[in-house]
């Protein structure tokens, strides 16, 4: 039964002939918050690196705010687009596993209600009369 409705299905999506969306956007940005959080983190070091061992209190702060603060934000940055795109990637997998376990639980009550409805064969109440209706 579930083969039948897997086949079905799929012959209907491919008669749509709609382009779904793609999951090259979403791949992309995820990269992008990876390569984010990680030239942040590595501008951060360096800028506090170079702040260290900086001369003066004002070039101390001038390399800690074009260093460090820049890649303290390109951190927050990062990790918010990887934090979005890793939860909404997990979150349609439990969607489309949450729909399957329904689907397989509703096949199973359909055919335990179907199966109530019909008399066993050469049971004790089953009618010969009746029995050529019995699939």
Request: net charge neutral; hydrophobic share 45%; proline share 2%.
């Amino acid at each position: 039964m579930n083969e039948e409705r897997i086949k079905t299905f799929t012959s209907e999506v491919s008669e749509l002939r709609v382009n779904g969306a793609r999951g090259d956007r979403e791949r992309v940005l995820l990269g992008a918050g990876v390569t984010l959080l990680g030239a942040g983190v590595a501008l951060a070091v360096v800028g506090g690196l170079r702040a260290s061992s900086a001369n003066g209190l004002g070039n101390q702060v001038a390399l800690l705010a074009t260093g460090s603060f820049i890649g303290f934000a390109l951190v927050v940055a990062g990790a918010a687009l990887f934090v979005r795109y890793s939860i909404a990637r997990f979150l349609r997998y439990w969607l489309v596993r949450l729909v399957h376990e329904q689907r397989t639980e509703t096949d199973r009550i359909v055919h335990a209600i179907e199966s109530l409805g019909r008399p066993e064969v050469g049971g004790p109440d089953a009618d010969p009369a009746t029995m050529a209706d019995v699939r």
